[in-house]
């Protein structure tokens, strides 16, 4: 009765500790997203790890879900109850993490620097290298962020190309823009954002923008703002035009208003891509292009790459076997596992030109776009309080481009000062 | 002629707003059977019957694991506050000695603290104690309340003494006084007591959102709101109508029942808290 | 003597116990907090009056707290006169007095989250009804929680419908405590209907009226799954509740100190509020 309510109380977690009864032998586990096409992923490579290796046996449990995965592993860190190895780590959350004590060092290990080098490449990882110029994690997967369109609505409108410069873009919603009864009654829009100030919401607009229009600049390095002005200014001005004149709608739909067909444009990862296609199938005829950049900009796009890192936890007993398990989720097998199941990126400098991925792409052209995009993804800076940096680029974003009740110019100066008290605070 | 036409206009008038209070439960119970596109209509009937909401919810979130979560937990932390609160609210209305002056003091001090002084610090001392992730977490820190105790002191205050004395001498010791003379002569107390504390623990969505991650040891309400705000209804209304008919219904067929207690206790414990 | 004294103490050992832990504790260590920096994973560093001079220089505190005001100075009034007239109104019948008791309370019973999800949908401003039925009538259509000048009254509205059958039944006991002789008497002498209201009810509900308004300022403190779920917190932070602002600086932010001292104060202002409403109510 007592042992019963005591696996009541504790729900399953319980049960599955009995179950390393065999001595001697290494057990592991490893926290997989939460999503269902990655509890599938991480089911089918845990079971090809087991049986490859007896003495090291990996027990796969999605992360825990609530609001965040950040709030779900903070209160893990606090307890000691994290992981030996997890896959679903924002970079953002590693400054903390790191400086917490709760990462093992992963250049530490001596082959990491080959790994490294070899699968993402040395320019590419820079931006995951934390402020003591150590490796705390490896980047695994990207969805660098893209602008899909509703080929539909273009062609109705009379536009037959996508806008690439914001002009384009505000001079296209000014047609896409409309109320289908003429009733006045806006109902259809060029584009939509959560417009709650959620702050991780400002990745997949204001940072994706930014990125593109600074041509990649970081916005904090070493407990400084350096970020380029001009372009946060731009960007804010973009988007309280798109605001101002209703192209992009103030309001929270309680559906998705793109595949309603209701917005023509959508800033969107290749993960929505596969979500499309699964769902709605043909009904909806849509296209990729990069996401808008300042007039007169030129060269390739750069843009927000929403990536997810591996780590290894501290509390782990085996940092070694952590490492072999975590070379094995990061290999060129496992990455096409990664991308045929759950139909993501993996960061990888030769996903275009490996012969194993080819026939992928071949059958997917649409996730090619995205692998081509690859390359000029970026990542948050490493420094700590990224929350809290995104939180006042919520507040300013909220203030000047959704509500325009300042200008961009104002936003700006008044972003920069907020970061640097949050990053003076840090000190 | 006079007094009909009010009387007329009275019920109107309340019917009115009647309505206005039940419209929106009606409007959410039809919705849960309606697909999307039908969910906005005003209209509480449609054409197109449909369960999917409900598939939907049962095959995404552990729905009947919350439940009975929520009931542990809720059932857990009244019956502590019924068994304990009687014990201390007995030992402050029945028994003479030194500190119950003290303690009766203390009690109404803790009972003006708001809870934003100390809902910190508490998430500190359940992690401390490793009871995160643990219904444990949830139910310790509310397994007794100073409402409930000088709730019972007042109650037992109107049991004559005789009575209790007369317990003794049949050799009752205080414990038997409390559990079989003064506690079942007090079914009001406890009637009260006992439903507020389970409607509160029930109900609470804060706490649970601080101390549980672990999806499979959510409460009802906790499970709910994330499966709303996290996307995992993916903007399926209609799925988000479902899970909160699920949360609503529980209670509300136990308040058809016994709605005159329900109301009741907020009644008595409104006046006297 | 002594042997009463070990049976008291023994049967409040639970609660002194739980009191220690639960209470005592976390008062002193919401103290100590405050002076610290610490984000729940690593050890607490002293910071001195760091948390302190933030907050005093915190616009997104100052916002919350006029929030609230903002709340309260809606969902009050308008709580107390919806429910006095409920009260008035089921007291004058007799026929289904009990039925439409019931249904007014209703929603006091049923789960903040519940109510929440539902009045996300009534305000919805394309499609929520609402705005459907203001059109159909031939009004504009209302930005209820996406204009921030709309939102926070738009939650009090809400948090009143929620509430009012509440303070309804209270006023209803209140009501039936008066005794029948004063509305005679009062009769007799020739006093019309408003003025028996404004003569005898509203005074002899006095005290459940002081009752109302601090259960109310209470509930406007502690506002947190409707601005949660509806909102979060915004547009431009128009519905940032005190709770809210806490958990955000708790939970995503990780400031642990500095969410301590933003209770603490809060709970002061509370204390403060409470105080100052018994006195002024009580003496009037």
Same mark, same amino acid.
């Given at each position: 009765?007592?042992?019963?309510?005591?696996?009541?109380?504790?729900?399953?977690?319980?049960?599955?500790?009995?179950?390393?009864?065999?001595?001697?032998?290494?057990?592991?586990?490893?926290?997989?997203?939460?999503?269902?096409?990655?509890?599938?992923?991480?089911?089918?490579?845990?079971?090809?790890?087991?049986?490859? *290796?007896?003495?090291?046996?990996?027990?796969?449990?999605?992360?825990?879900?609530?609001?965040?995965?950040?709030?779900?592993?903070?209160?893990?860190?606090?307890?000691?109850?994290?992981?030996?190895?997890?896959?679903?780590?924002?970079?953002?959350?590693?400054?903390?993490?790191?400086? #917490?004590?709760?990462?093992?060092?992963?250049?530490?290990?001596?082959?990491?620097?080959?790994?490294?080098?070899?699968?993402?490449?040395?320019?590419?990882?820079?931006?995951?290298?934390?402020?003591?110029? /150590?490796?705390?994690?490896?980047?695994?997967?990207?969805?660098?962020?893209?602008?899909?369109?509703?080929?539909?609505?273009?062609?109705?409108?009379?536009?037959?190309?996508?806008?690439?410069?914001?002009?384009?873009?505000?001079?296209?919603?000014?047609?896409?823009?409309?109320?289908?009864?003429?009733?006045?009654?806006?109902?259809?829009?060029?584009?939509?954002?959560?417009?709650?100030?959620?702050?991780?919401?400002?990745?997949?607009?204001?940072?994706?923008?930014?990125?593109?229009?600074?041509?990649?600049?970081?916005?904090?390095?070493?407990?400084?703002?350096?970020?380029?002005?001009?372009?946060?200014?731009?960007?804010?001005?973009?988007?309280?035009?798109?605001?101002?004149? #209703?192209?992009?709608?103030?309001?929270?739909?309680?559906?998705?208003?793109?595949?309603?067909?209701?917005?023509?444009?959508?800033?969107?990862?290749?993960?929505?891509?596969?979500?499309?296609?699964?769902?709605?199938?043909?009904?909806?005829?849509?296209?990729?292009?990069?996401?808008?950049?300042?007039?007169? *900009?030129?060269?390739?796009?750069?843009?927000?790459?929403?990536?997810?890192?591996?780590?290894?936890?501290?509390?782990?007993?085996?940092?070694?076997?952590?490492?072999?398990?975590?070379?094995?989720?990061?290999?060129?097998?496992?990455?096409? #596992?990664?991308?045929?199941?759950?139909?993501?990126?993996?960061?990888?400098?030769?996903?275009?030109?490996?012969?194993?991925?080819?026939?992928?792409?071949?059958?997917?052209?649409?996730?090619?776009?995205?692998?081509?995009?690859?390359?000029?993804?970026?990542?948050?800076?490493?420094?700590?309080?990224?929350?809290?940096?995104?939180?006042?680029?919520?507040?300013?974003?909220?203030?000047?481009?959704?509500? /325009?009740?300042?200008?961009?110019?104002?936003?700006?100066?008044?972003?920069?000062? /907020?970061?640097?008290?949050?990053?003076?605070?840090?000190? | 002629?006079?007094?009909?036409?009010?009387?007329?206009?009275?019920?109107?008038?309340?019917?009115?707003?009647?309505?206005?209070?039940?419209?929106?439960?009606?409007?959410?119970? !039809?919705?849960?059977?309606?697909?999307?596109?039908?969910?906005?209509?005003?209209?509480?009937?449609? !054409?197109?019957?449909?369960?999917?909401?409900?598939?939907?919810?049962?095959?995404?979130?552990?729905?009947?694991?919350?439940?009975? @979560?929520?009931?542990?937990?809720?059932? !857990?932390?009244?019956?502590?506050?019924?068994?304990?609160?009687?014990?201390?609210?007995?030992?402050?209305?029945?028994?003479?000695?030194?500190?119950?002056?003290?303690?009766?003091?203390?009690?109404?001090?803790?009972?003006?603290?708001?809870?934003?002084?100390?809902?910190?610090?508490?998430?500190?001392?359940?992690?401390?104690?490793?009871?995160?992730?643990?219904?444990?977490?949830?139910?310790?820190?509310?397994?007794?309340?100073?409402?409930?105790?000088?709730?019972?002191?007042?109650?037992?205050?109107?049991?004559?003494?005789?009575?209790?004395?007369?317990?003794?001498?049949?050799?009752?010791?205080?414990?038997?006084?409390?559990?079989?003379?003064?506690?079942?002569?007090?079914?009001?107390?406890?009637?009260?007591?006992?439903?507020?504390?389970?409607?509160?623990?029930? @109900?609470?969505?804060?706490?649970?959102?601080?101390?549980?991650? @672990?999806?499979?040891?959510?409460?009802?309400?906790?499970?709910?709101?994330?499966?709303?705000?996290?996307?995992?209804?993916?903007?399926?209304?209609?799925?988000?109508?479902?899970?909160?008919?699920?949360?609503?219904?529980?209670?509300?067929?136990?308040?058809?029942?016994?709605?005159?207690?329900?109301?009741?206790?907020?009644?008595?414990?409104?006046?006297?808290? | 003597?002594?042997?009463?004294?070990?049976?008291?103490?023994?049967?409040?050992?639970?609660?002194?116990?739980?009191?220690?832990?639960?209470?005592?504790?976390?008062?002193? =260590?919401?103290?100590?907090?405050?002076?610290?920096?610490?984000?729940?994973?690593?050890?607490?560093? $002293?910071?001195?009056?760091?948390?302190?001079?933030?907050?005093?220089?915190?616009?997104?505190?100052?916002?919350?707290?006029?929030?609230?005001?903002? =709340?309260?100075?809606?969902?009050?009034?308008?709580?107390?006169?919806?429910?006095?007239?409920?009260?008035?109104?089921?007291?004058?019948?007799?026929?289904?007095?009990?039925?439409?008791?019931?249904?007014?309370?209703?929603?006091?019973?049923?789960?903040?989250?519940?109510?929440?999800?539902? $009045?996300?949908?009534?305000?919805?401003?394309?499609?929520?009804? &609402?705005?459907? &039925?203001?059109?159909?009538?031939?009004?504009?259509?209302?930005?209820?929680?996406?204009?921030?000048?709309?939102?926070?009254?738009?939650?009090?509205?809400?948090?009143?419908?929620?509430?009012?059958?509440?303070?309804?039944?209270?006023?209803?006991?209140?009501?039936?405590?008066?005794?029948?002789?004063?509305?005679?008497?009062?009769?007799?002498?020739?006093?019309?209907?408003?003025?028996?209201?404004?003569? +005898?009810?509203?005074?002899?509900?006095?005290?459940?009226?002081?009752?109302?308004? +601090?259960?109310?300022?209470?509930?406007?403190?502690?506002? =947190?799954?409707?601005?949660?779920?509806?909102?979060?917190?915004?547009?431009?932070?128009?519905? &940032?509740?005190?709770?809210?602002?806490?958990?955000?600086?708790?939970?995503?932010?990780?400031?642990?100190?500095?969410?301590?001292?933003?209770?603490?104060?809060?709970?002061?202002?509370?204390? &403060?509020?409470?105080?100052?409403?018994?006195?002024?109510?009580?003496?009037?």
């Amino acid at each position: 009765m007592l042992s019963l309510l005591a696996v009541m109380l504790t729900g399953c977690s319980g049960s599955s500790e009995r179950s390393g009864k065999n001595t001697g032998k290494i057990e592991l586990t490893y926290w997989a997203a939460p999503n269902p096409q990655e509890i599938d992923l991480a089911e089918v490579l845990v079971k090809k790890w087991n049986k490859l *290796h007896p003495d090291i046996f990996v027990r796969m449990q999605p992360l825990p879900v609530n609001r965040s995965t950040e709030e779900v592993l903070m209160a893990a860190i606090a307890a000691r109850t994290t992981p030996d190895v997890c896959s679903n780590i924002w970079p953002g959350s590693v400054p903390e993490y790191a400086r #917490d004590g709760a990462l093992v060092r992963l250049s530490s290990f001596p082959d990491f620097d080959s790994l490294a080098s070899t699968r993402v490449g040395m320019n590419y990882m820079e931006q995951f290298r934390s402020a003591d110029s /150590n490796f705390y994690q490896i980047p695994w997967k990207a969805n660098p962020l893209m602008m899909i369109y509703n080929k539909a609505l273009f062609k109705k409108a009379g536009i037959g190309t996508p806008p690439l410069t914001y002009s384009e873009f505000l001079a296209d919603a000014r047609k896409l823009t409309y109320s289908s009864r003429n009733d006045g009654v806006i109902d259809h829009w060029m584009g939509y954002r959560d417009i709650r100030p959620v702050w991780w919401q400002r990745f997949f607009d204001f940072f994706a923008l930014y990125k593109a229009a600074s041509y990649g600049k970081a916005f904090t390095k070493n407990g400084q703002v350096v970020a380029d002005t001009q372009a946060v200014r731009e960007v804010f001005g973009f988007f309280a035009k798109c605001f101002k004149h #209703d192209y992009f709608p103030r309001t929270v739909f309680s559906y998705d208003p793109f595949l309603e067909g209701v917005v023509a444009t959508e800033f969107v990862g290749p993960w929505t891509i596969s979500y499309i296609r699964s769902n709605y199938g043909g009904r909806l005829n849509f296209g990729i292009a990069p996401i808008p950049v300042p007039d007169g *900009h030129v060269g390739p796009v750069d843009t927000y790459g929403d990536h997810k890192c591996m780590v290894i936890f501290s509390t782990t007993k085996h940092p070694k076997a952590s490492w072999e398990f975590m070379k094995f989720l990061l290999s060129e097998k496992a990455d096409l #596992d990664l991308l045929e199941i759950a139909s993501q990126l993996p960061v990888r400098k030769d996903l275009l030109t490996t012969k194993e991925f080819a026939g992928f792409f071949n059958d997917h052209p649409d996730l090619k776009l995205f692998a081509e995009e690859a390359p000029y993804a970026h990542e948050v800076d490493q420094t700590p309080d990224q929350k809290e940096i995104f939180d006042a680029i919520s507040q300013e974003f909220e203030k000047c481009s959704v509500y /325009n009740v300042v200008g961009p110019s104002k936003a700006t100066r008044e972003l920069v000062r /907020n970061v640097k008290v949050l990053l003076d605070w840090d000190e | 002629m006079k007094k009909t036409l009010s009387a007329v206009l009275k019920y109107f008038f309340l019917t009115a707003f009647a309505v206005g209070f039940l419209y929106p439960f009606l409007w959410m119970l !039809s919705g849960s059977f309606k697909p999307d596109f039908d969910v906005m209509k005003l209209g509480l009937f449609s !054409s197109h019957f449909t369960l999917f909401n409900y598939d939907l919810v049962f095959g995404r979130i552990p729905i009947l694991r919350a439940f009975l @979560n929520s009931l542990i937990v809720a059932m !857990s932390v009244t019956a502590t506050v019924i068994v304990f609160g009687s014990m201390v609210g007995y030992a402050l209305a029945k028994i003479k000695w030194k500190g119950a002056g003290t303690l009766t003091v203390f009690l109404l001090f803790t009972m003006t603290l708001p809870f934003q002084l100390t809902l910190i610090p508490l998430y500190t001392m359940v992690v401390k104690f490793g009871i995160t992730d643990n219904l444990l977490g949830l139910i310790l820190p509310n397994m007794l309340t100073a409402v409930s105790v000088i709730m019972f002191r007042q109650f037992f205050v109107t049991i004559p003494d005789s009575l209790i004395e007369a317990a003794r001498i049949d050799g009752c010791g205080e414990l038997r006084v409390i559990f079989n003379v003064v506690v079942p002569l007090s079914k009001p107390a406890v009637v009260t007591v006992g439903i507020i504390t389970f409607l509160t623990s029930w @109900n609470d969505v804060l706490w649970p959102l601080i101390v549980i991650r @672990n999806r499979y040891l959510m409460t009802l309400p906790q499970l709910i709101t994330v499966f709303v705000l996290g996307g995992q209804a993916e903007s399926h209304l209609g799925a988000e109508l479902a899970a909160s008919v699920l949360l609503a219904v529980p209670i509300l067929v136990i308040y058809s029942f016994f709605q005159r207690y329900f109301i009741q206790s907020f009644v008595s414990s409104g006046v006297k808290g | 003597m002594k042997r009463t004294g070990k049976i008291g103490l023994a049967l409040s050992t639970p609660y002194i116990l739980y009191a220690l832990t639960f209470v005592v504790f976390p008062l002193f =260590f919401s103290v100590y907090l405050i002076f610290h920096r610490w984000d729940g994973m690593s050890t607490p560093t $002293w910071i001195g009056l760091k948390n302190v001079a933030r907050l005093v220089n915190d616009e997104l505190f100052y916002q919350s707290i006029l929030n609230t005001l903002l =709340f309260l100075v809606i969902n009050i009034p308008l709580q107390i006169f919806l429910a006095l007239i409920f009260a008035v109104g089921l007291n004058s019948i007799k026929f289904l007095r009990g039925f439409f008791r019931a249904v007014y309370f209703m929603p006091v019973v049923v789960s903040g989250v519940v109510v929440t999800i539902v $009045w996300l949908q009534l305000y919805s401003y394309d499609n929520g009804i &609402l705005n459907n &039925l203001l059109t159909m009538v031939g009004l504009p259509r209302v930005a209820w929680l996406v204009s921030p000048s709309m939102a926070m009254p738009s939650i009090a509205l809400m948090a009143t419908w929620k509430n009012v059958g509440l303070y309804t039944v209270l006023f209803l006991a209140g009501l039936q405590g008066i005794p029948a002789e004063f509305y005679e008497a009062a009769t007799i002498d020739g006093a019309s209907f408003a003025r028996k209201f404004l003569r +005898i009810t509203v005074p002899l509900l006095g005290p459940t009226m002081t009752l109302v308004v +601090i259960l109310s300022t209470i509930n406007g403190f502690s506002l =947190f799954v409707e601005p949660f779920v509806m909102t979060g917190g915004g547009p431009l932070n128009a519905t &940032l509740s005190s709770v809210l602002y806490i958990y955000n600086q708790a939970f995503s932010f990780g400031h642990l100190g500095y969410a301590s001292a933003l209770g603490f104060v809060f709970a002061v202002i509370i204390l &403060l509020a409470v105080l100052v409403q018994r006195r002024v109510l009580e003496t009037e």
